[in-house]
């Protein structure tokens, strides 16, 4: 049980990491001239730390990993539900109505 509880917290504060440094990193990318370049190197630095993480958890524990991923998981859908939702308030994209 002590097991699932850090591996759940691992997950919970890896996910947290990754996409806040996701949302910090596409609020950044309009004043950024290489849009490209930024956006792949985030993207492999972040996917970088994530795999990482992943492959140290599945080498200590067999199961750890599905804890983690929940944690992982968890995280997300609760990111989308808080930051998601007030973003596509102000997004004037998601106003646009279809023409008739």
Do not use: D
Request: aromatic share 16%; hydrophobic share 55%; no cysteine.
């Amino acid at each position: 049980m002590k097991e699932f509880v850090v591996y759940f917290l691992t997950g919970a504060a890896l996910g947290t990491v990754y996409f806040y440094a996701l949302w910090a990193s596409l609020k950044l990318l309009p004043k950024i001239n290489p849009k490209k370049t930024f956006l792949a190197a985030t993207t492999v630095l972040r996917l970088a730390a994530l795999l990482t993480v992943f492959y140290f958890i599945i080498t200590s524990s067999r199961f750890g990993i599905f804890y983690t991923v929940a944690g992982f998981v968890a995280v997300r859908m609760a990111f989308i539900k808080i930051k998601g939702l007030a973003a596509a308030k102000n997004n004037p994209l998601t106003n646009i109505k279809a023409p008739s």
